[in-house]
């Protein structure tokens, strides 16, 4: 089992669509969880953290499942603008040492068509 | 002004030459890392330092060295490279403790020929 694998898409929906992604990673002892976007040829960059309860910032929703070692993201009312490759990312360790590094999983790719 | 800065942005170069790749940051953090990023691979981790003059191997760094001489500067070298190095190469800073999440500098866009 890859340590953090994601359905590579692309997801291909309407303005105003729900889409939600999911992640799987392989570590169970995983405590650290985030969401990043990145844009075609641009810097990945840190949508949001997720946490053990779930945590929503405006249209997104993060949640975890940790019996299920598996991570999602909904996105609600999508927008042209959160057209994107999303990476699920994993601290496998929780620790702040080597063992803390993060997995980068290879992205869910969607496009939000008008 | 960025807080992860590279440069350079984009480099074309030859088999055989030494390349390096600058980061610098403003964020205060001791932890920086090196990736490259290749169309259907993902960001894989070349090196990270931890601290000043700390320096430890991630998963591709054959081919590779860096140097951390300040707690702002992280540089990575090649020092004879090959088509095969050509990426997208990221450099990324983090605080301290596991629960922190890393920030990226823009990214330099590096071909070999």
């Known amino acids: 089992r890859k340590e953090v694998e994601q359905d590579p898409g692309p997801f291909n929906v309407p303005e105003g669509a729900t889409v939600a992604f999911n992640c799987t990673y392989s570590?169970?002892?995983?405590?650290?969880f985030f969401w990043y976007r990145q844009d075609c040829r641009k810097e990945p960059k840190l949508l949001m953290s997720v946490y053990s309860s779930g945590n929503e910032d405006g249209r997104f929703t993060a949640q975890l499942n940790r019996a299920s070692q598996y991570i999602s993201l909904l996105i609600r009312d999508s927008k042209l603008s959160d057209s994107a490759t999303y990476l699920c990312v994993v601290n496998p360790s929780g620790y702040g040492g080597s063992q803390g590094n993060l997995i980068f999983g290879k992205g869910t790719k969607l496009s939000v068509k008008p | 002004d960025a807080d992860v800065t590279q440069t350079p942005r984009n480099r074309i170069t030859k088999t055989g030459k030494r390349i390096m790749l600058e980061c610098s940051q403003t964020?205060?953090?001791?932890?920086m890392y090196w990736y490259r990023q290749d169309p259907g691979l993902g960001l894989r981790l070349i090196y990270y330092s931890f601290d000043v003059k700390d320096i430890n191997k991630g998963e591709i760094s054959d081919g590779y060295s860096v140097s951390r001489q300040a707690q702002a500067k992280f540089s990575l070298s090649l020092e004879s490279a090959i088509p095969n190095q050509t990426a997208l190469y990221f450099c990324a800073t983090s605080d301290l403790g596991g629960d922190q999440p890393q920030h990226f500098g823009d990214g330099t866009r590096l071909s070999i020929l």
């Open positions: 570590n169970s002892a995983s405590q650290s």
């Open positions: 964020k205060g953090h001791d932890r």
